[in-house]
């Protein structure tokens, strides 16, 4: 009598899911985060830095979905780099991916502590943040669609309240707030003002950062071929237009320096239009959170398909590669992702460090996975070209080989100036990278008996 077979991921989302997934995965970015970016380079600076990051992000993307749609792996980009480049190119691939997955959600998970801190003084933040881990890690052992249906759901309230933020600042808005010393404190542009742009660029990545986590959903899309360049297009798309509104609406309500260096500019910028007890400020926060759970939520559904899919290689223990019996989903490798992010929760004194706040350090680090990310995801899309002249593309980037190079160029140049002005937290990304491949060396064997291996040797 044949063996039953082992419990697989379900193929159930549709197209307008994915684009849910696609916004929700980015859209806590626009209400914290970038505006730290401020602090350095202004907000004019700000906005050079973040132009260059939106067309980095937009060649990226139509660049990304021609692999996406190619290769729909649970593992994305280390699916793509071990295909091009082998073991070793995966593991790059792969290690990026999950710093970029893991790190993403502690920063989001506080800023929903510091925005129910508004509501709740009483409450602290670091608690706030555990209780959401909780609540979100069950959410999506349940089952991917109850996930990605309620993912749509938050996403759409959370566009709602960014349109109604900007709504309700409209009356307020005045370019002299956002021109006033908009060049890294001044208001005329001097050179002085360019090394704050290029230390400002990880909070610009932060507007889009994440969206790239589709393509871990591709293995339960129902059509990935037709519905994933759809998700992703339509996806960026609303992003830039909600980053370019949030941004400009928020500069203008009154003095943007009041809102550098927080983790709720959004409330705090409202508050200089409506006053403190206005309803509009209470509606905010606690429709500002949906954006906050909307991220969060589904960077978690990400970080469990990365793990899942490295588990399933051999790259990470196997046990953190089973599936839920009743359930499908990787539940061990939600909880895994969870674990490592509740301790960066209560790692002030490890992450704290170069003169700036807890959050600011591991928003940084999760971008520089993500940089690293790009870098080899764009190398492995011209590699496959050469090497896999007959891989089926359902999807071609357009303007080949322009839009890639662009996207890779640019995406080494965030990565050297990131590098440049946190040198500190670039070694410990290099130093975890260091330890990590240590490990993939040493666990060959595994890796070549593993359901999804490769061979042991790494490339």
């Not at 037709?226 to 009154?254: C, E, H, N, W």
């Not at 500019?265 to 409202?270: F, G, I, S, W, Y």
């Not at 905010?284 to 469990?304: Q, R, T």
Request: with cysteine.
């Amino acid at each position: 009598m044949q063996a039953a077979a082992p419990p697989a991921l379900n193929k159930s989302l549709g197209t307008l899911q994915l684009w849910g997934i696609a916004v929700g995965l980015v859209i806590s970015g626009e209400y914290f985060g970038w505006s730290y970016g401020w602090a350095s380079a202004g907000t004019l600076g700000f906005l050079v830095a973040s132009t260059f990051v939106a067309l980095m992000y937009t060649t990226f993307i139509f660049s990304f979905t021609e692999l996406t749609t190619s290769i729909p792996h649970a593992g994305g980009p280390f699916e793509y780099s071990r295909r091009a480049f082998g073991p070793t190119g995966g593991y790059i691939a792969g290690f990026a991916t999950l710093v970029e997955f893991v790190f993403a959600p502690p920063a989001i998970a506080l800023a929903i502590g510091a925005y129910l801190n508004v509501q709740f003084p009483a409450l602290s933040p670091k608690v706030a943040a555990v209780g959401a881990y909780g609540v979100f890690m069950v959410l999506n052992i349940v089952g991917v669609q109850i996930a990605a249906t309620f993912e749509l759901f938050v996403t759409l309230l959370a566009i709602f309240e960014l349109l109604v933020f900007m709504g309700v600042v409209a009356p307020g808005f005045s370019s002299a707030n956002f021109l006033k010393g908009g060049w890294s404190g001044q208001d005329s542009f001097s050179l002085a003002a360019v090394p704050g742009m290029f230390a400002a660029i990880p909070f610009a990545i932060w507007f889009f950062l994440a969206i790239e986590g589709v393509a871990m959903a591709a293995e339960e899309a129902k059509n990935p071929k037709r519905s994933i360049p759809i998700a992703y297009i339509a996806g960026i798309l609303t992003l830039l237009v909600l980053a370019a509104g949030v941004m400009v609406f928020a500069g203008a309500a009154g003095d943007w320096t009041q809102l550098a260096n927080i983790n709720d500019p959004l409330p705090q910028a409202m508050k200089l239009i409506v006053g403190e007890q206005s309803g509009w400020l209470h509606m905010l926060v606690w429709l500002g959170l949906f954006g906050l759970v909307a991220s969060f939520h589904g960077i978690i559904l990400g970080y469990s398909r990365q793990i899942y899919a490295l588990a399933r290689a051999g790259v990470l223990p196997g046990v953190l590669g089973r599936i839920h019996p009743r359930f499908h989903t990787p539940h061990l490798a939600i909880l895994a992702g969870g674990a490592v992010g509740i301790a960066a929760i209560f790692s002030d004194e490890l992450i704290s460090f170069g003169g700036q706040t807890l959050t600011a350090n591991i928003v940084t680090m999760s971008v520089f996975g993500a940089i690293v990310m790009y870098i080899v995801s764009m190398a492995s899309l011209f590699k496959l070209r050469r090497a896999e002249p007959g891989l089926q593309r359902p999807f071609v980037a357009p303007l080949f080989p322009f839009f890639p190079a662009f996207a890779l160029v640019a995406a080494v140049v965030c990565l050297v100036t990131m590098a440049y002005y946190n040198a500190l937290i670039a070694c410990v990304f290099a130093g975890l990278g260091v330890v990590g491949y240590v490990y993939f060396r040493a666990t060959g064997a595994r890796r070549a008996a593993a359901p999804d291996g490769l061979p042991a040797q790494a490339s």
